[in-house]
C-alpha cells in the first residue's frame, strides 16, 4: 500500500488518470442505468430510479401501441439506412412518434401537430419544463391520495375538472391538471362535449399513478434529443415544415366511424366528417407529387363491416392500400381473428 501511494503521489498524472477513469465509469453507469436522483420530485428520490423509455405519457382513444409492429413491417425501407425528417400531423398520444424516436437514430428532426390544443401545450411543458411539471404533479397526486374514501376523491375530480374547464390556467398547470383528470377519469379517455368542454366522468380508479416521473423524463429527452417542432392547429400546416431530404408523414387522423354509433371521434368539438377524410386525401396526393416524401396512414376498415361501403378503396384507388389486425383480433390462429382489421394506406410499395 505503501508503495502504491508514493508512485501516486510521484506520479500525479497517473492518480490523475486513474481517478478520471473511476469517474467516467460512474457516469456512465448512471447514465446506463439512470440511476440519477431527480431533485425536485420528492417520491422519485424515495427509490432507484427505473431505466425507463419514451412512450405516451397520456392514454389516447385510437393509440397505436398495439399495432406498432405491424406498422415497423410496411415502414419504407429507406429509413433503415438514410437520414430523414419524421412528420406525425394528428399526433395524439404519441405511440407511433415515441417508437419512432426510440427505433431511428437517423431521424434529423421531427415534427408534430395536434388540433387539441391542451394536448399540444402539455407536449411542449414535457419538452421544455419537465422538472416543474413533475414537482407540481407529484403535489397534486399526493393531495388526491389522501382524501380518505371515493365519494372525496370523486369531489376532487370533479372540482380538478372544473378548474380545467373554467379556469385560465399556466401552461405547466393546464399540463398537470390534463395528466390528472386523463389518469383518474372513467377509461382514461379524452372527450369534449359541443362546447369543447372536457367531460369524461370519473373513473373509480382509486389509485392510478398519476405522476410518472420517469417516463415525463424520457419524454422530454427524445423530444430535445430529435429537436421536435411542436404546432398546434390543422394538419394541412405540417406541409410547410418539411425541409430538404428524406421526409416521412405518418398519419393518423381521427378514423371513419364503421357505423352511426360505433366510434369515437370527439378529441375536439370539430367533426372530422367524409369531407375531411377528403381533405385529407388531397393533401396526401398533394405530397406524393414530391419525390422525397414518403407517407403512411391509418384507418377505419369500413368495408370489413360493410362490404358496400368503399369509401376508402374509392378516394385511395391510387395508392397501395393494406390491412393490419386491430389489436383485440389479433389471435395465434388466423382463421379465428375474425374481420376486426384497419387500413394501412402507403405511396411506396
Ligand atoms: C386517432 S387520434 C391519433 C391517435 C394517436 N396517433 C395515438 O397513437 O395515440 C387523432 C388525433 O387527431 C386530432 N385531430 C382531429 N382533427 C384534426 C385536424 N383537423 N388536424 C390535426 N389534428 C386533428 C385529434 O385531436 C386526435 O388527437
Redesign the pocket.
Known sequence: MRIRLSLYRRTPFLSFSLYGLLWWTAYVWSWKTKEVRFPFCPRQNDKKMMSTEAK?FLK?A???GQLLSQLDEHLPEVLQNHEFIYIE????????LFHMLRQFPNITHAVI????PH?VTAYRVIKEQPGQLINRLSALEQEYFSQPDEEAKREYFLNVRNIFNEVELDDIDRTKYLMFLNRTCFNGLYRVNGKGKFNVPFGRNLHPTICNADTILADSEALNRADVTILNG??ERTADEMRDGLNFFYF????RPLNATSSFNS??KEE?NDD?QTRLRDFCARLNEQTNVRWMLSNSDCSAKNPEDTFFEDIYADFNIHRVYASRAINANPSKRGKLTELLIKNYE
Open positions: 405516451p389516447w385510437g393509440g397505436k400531423p394528428f399526433v395524439g398520444g404519441g405511440a407511433m401537430n395536434d388540433i387539441n394536448l390543422d394538419f393518423d387522423p381521427p378514423y378529441y375536439v372530422f375531411e
